[in-house]
C-alpha cells in the first residue's frame, strides 16, 4: 500500500522553483532541495523521479505563474503598445517581494544553451517560439510593415526581452524604464 503524502506538492514545487530561480539549475544541490522544500529525498525521487523531473515541474509552476501577464498581452489588441506593457509587467513581476530577480526561464534559457538536455531544450524552445509568435501576431497589427520587417522586428524583442530579464537582477528601476522607452522608440 503507498504511503500518503505528507506535503502538498504545489507548495514543495513551488519552494523549488525559488530555488532554482535563485540559483539555477547546476547550483542547485538535492541538499538545498531538501532543506528548501521541507522534505527528505525520497520523497523527492518518489513523487518527480529525479532533480530533472522535479526542475521541469518547477518551469510548469512558473509558467503558471507568469500566465496572467501572457493572457494580458496574447489578449491585447494594441500592437505595440502591447508588447511594450508586456515588458513593463514583466518587469513588475520580477520584482514582487516574493520573486527572485530576473525571468527562470531566461536564466534557464542561459544556462542551457550548451546541453544536450532534450526535455529541458524541449521547454526552453517552446516558450521562445511563442513569445516570437506572440511578438510577431502584435507587429502584424500595424499594416505598414512587411514580413521581412516584422521578422527582424520580432528577433530583436525577443533579444530586448531577454536582455530586460538580465537587467533586472542588478539594474535600478529608472535605468530598466529607460531601457524599455529605448527599446521602443527603435521599433
Not at 514543495?12 to 547546476?26: H, P, T
Not at 541538499?31 to 520523497?43: A, D, R, T, V, Y
Not at 523531473?53 to 501577464?69: D, M, P
Request: aromatic share 12%.
Amino acid at each position: 500500500m503507498a504511503r500518503k503524502k505528507q506535503y502538498i506538492e504545489e507548495e514543495v514545487i513551488s519552494k523549488a522553483m525559488q530555488l532554482f530561480w535563485r540559483n539555477g539549475y547546476e547550483n542547485t544541490s538535492m541538499q538545498m532541495l531538501e532543506k528548501e522544500m521541507g522534505i527528505n529525498k525520497f520523497s523527492i525521487y518518489a513523487s518527480f523521479g529525479n532533480k530533472e523531473g522535479l526542475f521541469l515541474e518547477s518551469l510548469k509552476c512558473y509558467k503558471t505563474k507568469v500566465n496572467t501577464i501572457f493572457n494580458k498581452f496574447k489578449n491585447g489588441t494594441q500592437g505595440v503598445n502591447d508588447i511594450k506593457q508586456f515588458f513593463y509587467d514583466s518587469v513588475t513581476l520580477c520584482l514582487q517581494d516574493d520573486n527572485e530577480k530576473g525571468c527562470l526561464v531566461t536564466n534557464t534559457y542561459y544556462e542551457f544553451s550548451d546541453t544536450e538536455n532534450p526535455l529541458v531544450n524541449e521547454q526552453m524552445q517552446s516558450f521562445m517560439e511563442n513569445l516570437k509568435s506572440l511578438f510577431i501576431e502584435k507587429l502584424k497589427i500595424d499594416s505598414t510593415k512587411d514580413e521581412k520587417t516584422i521578422l527582424k522586428q520580432a528577433n530583436y524583442l525577443v533579444l530586448a526581452k531577454h536582455g530586460l530579464a538580465t537587467a533586472t537582477k542588478v539594474n535600478s528601476q529608472q535605468e530598466i524604464e529607460d531601457y524599455i522607452e529605448m527599446t521602443f522608440n527603435n521599433l
